[in-house]
DNA sequence: GTCTATATAATGATAGAC
DNA sequence: GTCTATCATTATATAGAC
């Protein structure tokens, strides 16, 4: 799926790979569809699981800058987000996996911005969540593709200032 | 493509689309791949005219806004990346269209920048361009997907910025 | 430019033996 | 749980008549 993208993985394929026959992907898994979305679950919960380590650590928002800028996760989510628009199961799922890490999201950078100082009004957390893993996911996106330029300025730019916010909290 | 996603698109849908019979596709187009590139191309050259003209109005800023948050463009931008993550071809193109396009962007939102009296060291344009239009992008996507959390903050908080910005350049 | 015909390969999925 | 066998369907692409 991350090599050849998500239309690549046949039963035959995915048997290959296991040196197994085709006909056992379909005894485990019935569906090409069931098999996507046991892989959705089980990376979603691994996903979970490293955003909750990152979050409750001592620089949550270094963390959480560093794993959504991560290419490898890109290729996943964009293939994903492709399989979801015309998959309504897959599409369903994904959002409500979404909504549950932004929720944890939210909270570690909720209280980041308090110890900093800034108010609801100076910026909404929910606001600079969305600023901060709209740009990470999009240049790790872009990073993929070949697309380079602004990246370095970027990257530099919100390190400097996640680093000063989180200075910000310890003091 | 917009509905069913790119893996969907074969010559017999093509040409049934069409009322044609499959190999005219094929005599056109010879493989599918060239068919991806010219429907990439087409809608590559009108999109570059779109935002020259979206650039060129008298709130350039909004008007990027607006093109990038457009929810049909992120459902062709997600289908594309994922064809163009195992195509080579489909990538070259996508990248240099791209990088056309950040070029347009960036000349103009240095203009607003300035006029607003925001300097370089301040925010560099490029920073601000890649976060404008990340931001966007991404909430387009989630839009497609069904994940909504913080648009409505977000958007009214980006917008209000942009207005700001546009009405000290206008000053 | 459009047709018929066809080559060749891959696909998802099931039935039934062991 | 794994195998053999098999089905119906779809795919890309080409050859050659008109």
Redesign the pocket.
Known sequence: MLERGYAAV????VAGEAD?????V??YF???DDLFLAVLRRRAEESLERYGRALASDRPLRALWELTTDPRGAVFTMEFAALANHRKAIRAEIAAYAERVRRMQLDALARVLDGAGISEDDCPPVVALQAMTGIAQVIALEDTLGITTGHDETRAFVERLVDQLEDGAAA
């Open positions: 046949s039963s035959r394929r197994l026959k085709p006909q056992l379909h005894y019935r569906t090409m």
